[in-house]
């Protein structure tokens, strides 16, 4: 076959930033990673939803936590429920991760 006889499939992502409380992501979780992010390293997830599209989103000392028992291939809804504070006058997310079952 061909390359002009294959049909291809453009595969986008959107990265999604929690920007207020209840903000939610639900899908399957595809891909489990790290990345730098200022001085420390943070989970850097990807899950796609039942149309296909796929939402790339960073983790915290939280939800990485959460996530690490997680294996690829599972539905979850991860929802922002407000922020806890980290013991150095300092802030993060707190995030409800809800597994299908």
């Not at 989970?43 to 690829?72: C, H, M, Q, W």
């Not at 922002?80 to 997310?93: D, P, Y």
């Amino acid at each position: 076959m061909t390359t002009s006889e294959k049909k291809w499939t453009t595969v986008e992502t959107d990265f999604f930033k929690f920007d207020k409380i209840g903000a939610t992501i639900t899908g399957t979780l595809i891909e489990k990673s790290t990345q730098p992010f200022g001085e420390t390293i943070v989970g850097r997830y990807k899950v796609a939803d039942g149309d296909g599209a796929i939402t790339t989103f960073l983790g915290n000392v939280a939800l990485d936590d959460k996530l690490e028992s997680v294996p690829e291939g599972t539905e979850i809804r991860l929802t922002w429920i407000g922020e806890i504070s980290t013991g150095n006058n300092r802030k993060m997310k707190d995030m409800k991760l809800e597994i299908a079952s």
